[in-house]
């Protein structure tokens, strides 16, 4: 099993700093310098599609420095379930992997959305998420196609979230403004919908009486 066609290796050689010294290779150790290895697909002539230079080492080294910031994504993700992983069943880790992706995308969705303005807590680890959001004790209650969200009023969550009592907060930035309402089709049950924030409350139906 050869490299792939089109995969090339990019070899860097840097000063090891005193935190590196002591992880360094015996190869390292011996030449007295740091080695940093990126396998590229990016053509090295062609480069990306409109993109002038791409091709440049300097370019491509760039390039996945910025792309670093998955391995922060992996150990997210190993926080959130993926690190209790193996187990002796095959369906058991193939059903693990899927919940935790999914918590992740979760997490990540809820971080993009509901905590766009909160930047110190959208960037915390997920212990924090958990022990501040995730872990809230609330009660969800409905009252005249009203839905009330009633939080405790020493939680250490966002400045900014609503008084116990109050309308949970509006997750879509103001740009987007509030997503559209959702229409009902015919014959659907509407007894058990209701809109997610009391202010815009769906009006009651009249019920029409018969006259004899």
Request: charged share 25%; aromatic share 6%.
């Amino acid at each position: 099993m050869g490299r792939p066609e089109g995969m090339r290796l990019i070899v860097g050689q840097v000063k090891p700093s005193r935190r590196d010294a002591k992880k360094l290779t015996a190869f390292e150790q011996r030449t007295g310098w740091h080695y940093q290895i990126v396998a590229t697909n990016v053509p090295a002539r062609q480069g990306l599609s409109r993109a002038l230079g791409s091709g440049q080492v300097w370019f491509v080294d760039a390039l996945y420095r910025d792309h670093a910031e998955v391995e922060d994504r992996v150990k997210a993700i190993k926080r959130v379930g993926l690190g209790l992983l193996p187990s002796t069943s095959w369906q058991l880790n193939a059903a693990w992997v899927l919940a935790a992706t999914l918590a992740a995308d979760l997490d990540a969705w809820t971080r993009l959305l509901l905590l766009h303005d909160e930047p110190a807590l959208a960037a915390a680890e997920p212990e924090t998420i958990r022990r501040k959001l995730y872990h809230l004790p609330a009660r969800l209650t409905t009252h005249a196609r009203r839905r009330t969200l009633h939080l405790d009023r020493t939680w250490p969550g966002p400045t900014r979230s609503p008084r116990p009592g109050g309308a949970p907060p509006n997750c879509w930035p103001a740009p987007y403004g509030r997503p559209p309402p959702r229409r009902h089709r015919r014959g659907e049950n509407r007894s058990t919908l209701g809109p997610v924030e009391p202010d815009a409350a769906t009006p009651a139906r009249r019920s029409s009486t018969a006259r004899s």
